[in-house]
């Protein structure tokens, strides 16, 4: 075996990072090991619009992380407020209180300071106006609890961690493949790595997991998600094949949180199998709370209002994927097409557009015309009129009487022209995985801290269930990266990390 290195990083996106350098940070050599190549590192972490969910309580702490915030920008935004009582409901509401509560505290009361040091470490970060806040009268107005994301979305965020882990000498191997860790009587030896066709072993008095969960893997997903999640669509990387969930699981791991359960979004029916770096964003189909999802029966089958998008989106994939077909397509009209994402103007939508609601069945492929106009016609008539529109608030704006009514922001579908597009089922990341403590250890069956083997990310279970709240995906990874990184230095030298 080579010389061993103190802490050796598997997977190199936002957890990784954060971990190879918080281990850097307290005095350890580290080597972070990354499947992809160069060009195409940063894991999903990429593939994110960068957002990150924090406790913040307005405009100072947004100022603390985004120094260069102009006075003019103050004035035009209101970010309100998120504090952890906020955050910790809803982390809890969205996962059905099932959240492992130690973990769900310790990513929430170091969710801002930890921005902060990312922010120390060279990440620059900017408002997330784009998709987080309305504008309402000329005033920005944040809603939903994400204020801010790292500038220049998933890839800016990516090549800022990459350029700090080389300005603070962290070493970077790409293109090789770990494939199991090595263990003796006092814990992690060593990692056993591919190059090509070759095998190689590499010395380490300590590891970091961090290399994602099994989305990308259509047997895993059809194993442990069930039958028909092999179909669907990957959004993010090829490399995430749950490698790090069974190096764990192999010398001990427990497994843990809900291995059943993924954050899946509704997403570009015709999309390629895997994500495209290069076509970032283009598959999305967030807009569905300002109009209607049908099905192949042309009927409804989800409250799209139910909350924001953010708090909704990562489980309507599962829905979707259960429809006849496994697809859906989301309906509008004029009065709502300003508010669509961008994301729906983009090469490569399956889109159909009408002046009639009879001409805009005819050309939704797949679903059954007069009962789609049908349920338009008694979905319209159960719109409450009086109730002001505002996609700003849980405006209350319901249908009543329907078997199934919409909650908030329900327009009518009157005005032409009329919008379709077709959607499908795409995965982002799995919910099971192995079990930590809160300082990132990994536990045992027994949960005991496997000696030198920390964790951190999507690879982590535990943290969600059913659904899950908008970019606490990334805030968790960086969380408990950088817990990961100090544990793991400190164990590398023999000493103990001092408290978060
Ligand atoms: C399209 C999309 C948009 C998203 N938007 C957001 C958002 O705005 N905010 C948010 O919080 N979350 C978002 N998410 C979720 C977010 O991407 C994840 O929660 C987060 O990036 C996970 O980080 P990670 O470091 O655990 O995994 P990754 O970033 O996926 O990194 C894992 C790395 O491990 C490498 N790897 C895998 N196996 C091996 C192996 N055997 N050996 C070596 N390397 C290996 C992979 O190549 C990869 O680079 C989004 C996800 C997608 C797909």
Known sequence: MNDAWDVIVIGGGNAGLCAALSAREAGAEVLVLERSSMEKRGGNSAFTGGGFRMVHHGTEDIRAV??????DEIARTDFGQYTAEDYLDDLGRVTQYYIDPDLAETLV???????????GKGVRFEPRWGSQAFNVEGRFKFFGGVAVNAKG???????????????????????????????????IEGVRLRVGGREETLGARAAV????????????????????????????????????????????????????????????RHAPDFGDIDAHGSSQRHSYPFGIVVNAEGRRFVDEGADFRNYTYAKYGRIVLAQPGSFAWQVFDRQVAHLLREDYRLRGATRVRADTLEELADRMQDVHPRQFVQTVREYNAAVRRDVPFNPNVRDGRCTTGLALDKSNWANPIEVPPFEAYSVGCGITFTFGGVKIDTAAHVLDVEDRAIPGLYAAGDLVGGLYYFNYPGSAGLMGGAVFGRIAGRGAAAHARGAHPSAP
């Open 66 to 71: 985004v120094p260069d915030l102009t006075e």
């Open 109 to 119: 009361r170091s969710s801002r300071e930890t921005v902060r040091w990312m922010q």
């Open 153 to 187: 979305g998933g890839r800016g965020l990516v090549e800022y961690l990459y350029k700090a882990a080389e300005q603070h000498g962290v070493a970077v191997r790409y293109g090789v493949r770990a494939g199991a860790l090595l263990c003796g009587p006092d814990g």
């Open 209 to 268: 997991l961090a290399c994602g969960g099994f989305e990308a893997n259509r047997e895993m997903r059809t194993r442990y998600l069930g039958p028909g999640w092999d179909m669907a669509k990957v959004r993010g990387t090829r490399f995430n094949l749950g490698d790090g969930i069974r190096m764990a699981l192999d010398i001990g791991a427990q497994s843990y949180g809900q291995w059943s359960g993924c954050h899946a979004v509704q997403w570009e």
